[in-house]
């Protein structure tokens, strides 16, 4: 397996010191950026593409519109881009009135269904062995719960033939959510199927981290918004790392496919990502997770 980092400029100067070692980065897909770092490292795009309107098409979630289609094809072409994601992800605010009825099977299969028709239209474009999607987890109220259901997220996987790309993180928080046992919610995802896994930790977005956003000038709206709960895109806690080391077992063990690459999601660009992205965690923690990744 492979390990990729999200792209930030400490951890490219991290790696250009040779103080951290990756396979490649993980770049949102802004055509400068892919342009600028792919001429100096292996990079690979991670698109923002959203189901779950059950139109037949998807969502670019950086412009709430219609995706670009010949955008995301050049971006392929030009990359180490294996995949075409797709978050498995409709908003609460597109379905008044849902979100309150988390495990009513006729609401189930209505996700369930607009998911399908939406995931299944890349699949025909692409082809089902270059679309992988991925589950979520609620961000406060954000997205449905009926869709991050692990029975949802399987029968979307089997009925369209993609991959499963698997976020540990967004697991443990879904589970947290729906109130199951996380190792119990995550053995019951299409795990046969994975194609790419994401690793981060996860943290209380309180105290210090509260303090260095209001430092820096973010919007009190949005530290509003999270402050006391439960984030992930955050460094690895004590308790992240046994997650990851149980995930790992299973890919060896057989339980779980096993997928191309993992990657690590803590940081990243632009002004709220670069101010949680520090080089004594990277320089700490990438080494370790390579490691482990490496290992099988």
Same mark, same amino acid.
């Given at each position: 397996?492979?390990?990729?980092?999200?792209?930030?400029?400490?951890?490219?100067?991290?790696?250009?010191?040779?103080?951290?070692?990756?396979?490649?980065?993980?770049? !949102?897909?802004?055509?400068?950026?892919?342009?600028?770092?792919?001429?100096?490292?292996?990079?690979?795009?991670?698109?923002?593409?959203?189901?779950?309107?059950?139109?037949?098409?998807?969502?670019?979630?950086?412009?709430?519109?219609?995706?670009?289609?010949? /955008?995301?094809?050049?971006?392929?072409?030009?990359?180490?881009?294996?995949?075409?994601?797709?978050?498995?992800?409709?908003?609460?605010?597109?379905?008044?009135?849902?979100?309150?009825?988390?495990?009513?099977?006729? =609401?189930?299969?209505?996700?369930?269904?607009?998911?399908?028709?939406?995931?299944?239209?890349?699949?025909?474009?692409?082809?089902?062995?270059?679309?992988?999607?991925?589950?979520?987890?609620?961000?406060?109220?954000?997205? =449905? !719960?009926?869709?991050?259901?692990?029975?949802?997220?399987?029968?979307?996987?089997?009925?369209?033939?993609?991959?499963?790309?698997?976020?540990?993180?967004?697991?443990?928080?879904?589970?947290?959510?729906?109130?199951?046992?996380?190792?119990? +919610?995550?053995?019951?995802?299409?795990?046969?199927?994975?194609?790419?896994?994401?690793?981060?930790?996860?943290?209380?977005?309180?105290?210090?981290?509260?303090?260095?956003?209001?430092?820096?000038?973010?919007?009190?709206?949005?530290?509003?918004?999270?402050?006391?709960?439960?984030?992930?895109?955050?460094?690895?806690?004590?308790?992240?790392?046994?997650?990851?080391?149980?995930?790992?077992?299973?890919?060896?063990?057989?339980?779980?496919?096993?997928?191309?690459?993992?990657?690590?999601?803590?940081?990243?660009?632009?002004?709220?990502?670069?101010?949680?992205?520090?080089?004594?965690?990277?320089?700490?923690?990438?080494? /370790?997770?390579?490691?482990?990744?490496?290992? +099988?």
């Amino acid at each position: 397996m492979k390990l990729a980092l999200n792209i930030s400029l400490n951890a490219e100067q991290l790696w250009r010191e040779k103080r951290i070692e990756l396979d490649l980065f993980k770049c !949102p897909a802004w055509p400068d950026l892919v342009t600028r770092a792919g001429s100096e490292w292996p990079v690979y795009v991670h698109f923002p593409l959203s189901a779950g309107l059950g139109k037949g098409d998807l969502i670019d979630t950086e412009t709430r519109q219609p995706v670009d289609w010949t /955008r995301i094809e050049s971006l392929l072409a030009q990359t180490a881009t294996r995949h075409v994601n797709v978050h498995l992800s409709p908003r609460s605010a597109d379905f008044p009135g849902l979100a309150h009825d988390v495990a009513d099977p006729a =609401l189930l299969e209505q996700v369930a269904a607009k998911l399908i028709k939406d995931v299944a239209s890349v699949v025909q474009r692409f082809g089902p062995d270059k679309v992988i999607a991925e589950s979520i987890y609620s961000l406060d109220g954000t997205y =449905l !719960p009926q869709a991050f259901w692990p029975e949802v997220i399987k029968r979307v996987i089997e009925e369209t033939g993609c991959g499963f790309l698997f976020d540990l993180a967004h697991a443990r928080l879904a589970a947290r959510f729906l109130g199951i046992p996380p190792k119990e +919610y995550i053995g019951r995802l299409p795990l046969n199927r994975l194609c790419e896994m994401h690793v981060t930790g996860i943290q209380m977005f309180d105290g210090a981290l509260v303090e260095r956003c209001r430092q820096a000038g973010v919007a009190p709206d949005f530290i509003g918004r999270f402050e006391g709960r439960l984030l992930d895109h955050l460094p690895m806690t004590d308790e992240d790392w046994p997650f990851l080391t149980w995930a790992v077992e299973q890919i060896r063990q057989g339980a779980w496919a096993k997928p191309w690459m993992v990657a690590c999601e803590y940081g990243g660009m632009g002004s709220w990502w670069e101010l949680m992205t520090e080089a004594p965690i990277l320089e700490t923690q990438i080494p /370790r997770m390579l490691e482990m990744v490496r290992s +099988y």
